[in-house]
């Protein structure tokens, strides 16, 4: 399964390549739903706004400036509360050793770390290559057609089938890959109907070796931006913006990724096959699966995750 995947964050690129537009209500509900809390979505995405050139775009950079703003200020508030916590376990500490002050303190040192971290990593303006990967429950731009027309929309990493609550959900957490054995069987309703592209740079996978779980890296060679082959699903919830969601199709791996010990791979489309794979016919599933077997086959080099 597709674990986590370093993705191509920003927005102008699909725009560039694809002709694709942006979706700005979806972006703009995707911070008013996580108004003042922490939005799983990677820096890169939003670092695409910081040169925005249109009033859609600035609303957008206005809106990510906000919910950033709320972070912090909720951080601090935090801090401040962990730092009094800290100092009333040593006040009490100087006098007489007890195990609940010690605990207190232990806790609030641990959390005042955390926060000061959070807080720097918050004001942090440099990128680095760990700011444009996802994992399952993260946001990513996923391209799809609308209307006759290529849009990147943020979807969530982690499909919620039609039909599903939120507790179904939760007994089946495994939904951000779609088998490929399975689209018509688990996947029907939405394999021939809502495709998508991810596009993608490279891939991580938990592979075991000697009894231990290690993370390891995969990297298409010659380098390239891999598109993906996704499965997305929109789902309305009440009294707020709708939850849209996706997963990334696998099939059987390549030799060498299954010499590295792992069972799966993604799917990653030619360019030629995008018009085709983002308007599919539902009548002729037949010409699905040869977009998916007509694929793109870099070799994926490997090596243990930094």
């Not at 991810?198 to 380098?223: H, I």
């Amino acid at each position: 399964m597709c674990y986590s995947a370093q993705i191509e964050a920003d927005y102008k690129k699909y725009v560039k390549l694809f002709g694709a537009a942006l979706s700005i209500r979806e972006f703009a509900d995707l911070y008013w739903e996580h108004g003042g809390r922490e939005l799983k979505l990677p820096r890169a995405v939003e670092a695409a706004f910081s040169n925005a050139q249109t009033d859609d775009e600035r609303n957008i950079q206005a809106l990510i400036a906000e919910n950033k703003a709320q972070r912090a200020t909720k951080l601090e508030q935090d801090l401040f509360k962990q730092r009094a916590r800290l100092a009333d376990a040593e006040r009490i500490l100087e006098t007489k050793t007890t195990k609940a002050a010690t605990e207190s303190k232990r806790i609030a040192t641990d959390k005042i770390d955390a926060a000061v971290r959070r807080l720097a990593d918050l004001k942090r303006t440099t990128l680095k290559d760990s700011d444009s990967r996802i994992y399952p429950g993260w946001y990513a731009p996923v391209m799809i057609v609308q209307d006759g027309r290529r849009v990147v929309v943020p979807m969530r990493y982690r499909c919620r089938l039609p039909g599903w609550t939120e507790a179904m959900e939760r007994e089946k957490p495994g939904t951000y890959n779609a088998r490929r054995d399975n689209l018509k069987r688990v996947w029907g309703k939405l394999f021939g109907h809502n495709h998508g592209i991810m596009v993608v740079n490279r891939f991580y996978e938990n592979v075991d070796r000697d009894g231990k779980n290690v993370v390891l890296e995969f990297d298409p060679t010659p380098p390239q931006q891999m598109l993906v082959a996704c499965l997305w699903s929109r789902t309305q919830m009440s009294g707020e913006p709708d939850l849209w969601s996706f997963a990334a199709i696998t099939d059987e791996p390549p030799p060498e990724v299954a010499a590295a010990g792992h069972d799966r791979c993604i799917v990653p489309i030619k360019p030629a096959n995008v018009d085709a794979w983002l308007n599919p016919n539902p009548a002729d599933l037949a010409a699905q699966y040869a977009v998916l077997d007509d694929r793109q086959r870099p070799y994926y080099e490997h090596r243990l995750a930094a």
